[in-house]
Nanobody, 127 residues
Framework: QLQLVESGGGLVQPGGSLNLSCAAS????????IGWFRQAPGEEREVVSC????????FYADAVKGRFTVSRGSDKSTVYLEMNKLDAEDTAIYYC????????????????????WGQGTQVTVSS
């Protein structure tokens, strides 16, 4: 059983930056893929980024490429999402999700593939 806790959300002005964290506990054996998703009011949950266990493989949604960076901490149990050049369209609740399995972009970008979810953290971009 994995528990995921997101932190780092908040209110930021357009053009600003935020760093989100996803702390995983109760990590079991096997390679764990972590995904970041977001959901705006009235919208479906969409992938932002995902990262392999070792951190060497990553995926980014087109909407965030070049602005967001996903990374793993040295202990591999914390995943970070550095978000730069934020705009109003980035406003959403951001969730991290996890599943033990191999990293493949076709599955890591799909919400239904994941088994564990955090409670989410609100990101609001507004002047």
């Amino acid at each position: 059983q994995l528990q995921l806790v997101e932190s780092g959300g908040g209110l930021v002005q357009p053009g600003g930056s935020l760093n989100l964290s996803c702390a995983a506990s109760g990590v079991g054996s096997g390679s764990t893929v972590i995904g970041w998703f977001r959901q705006a009011p009235g919208e479906e949950r969409e992938v932002v980024s995902c990262i392999s266990q070792a951190g060497g493989l990553t995926f980014y949604a087109d909407a965030v490429k070049g602005r967001f960076t996903v990374s793993r901490g040295s202990d591999k149990s914390t995943v970070y999402l550095e978000m730069n050049k934020l705009d109003a369209e980035d406003t959403a609740i951001y969730y991290c999700a996890a599943r033990v399995g191999l990293f493949e972009t076709s599955t890591c970008s799909t919400p239904s593939w994941y088994m564990y979810w955090g409670q989410g953290t609100q990101v609001t971009v507004s002047s």
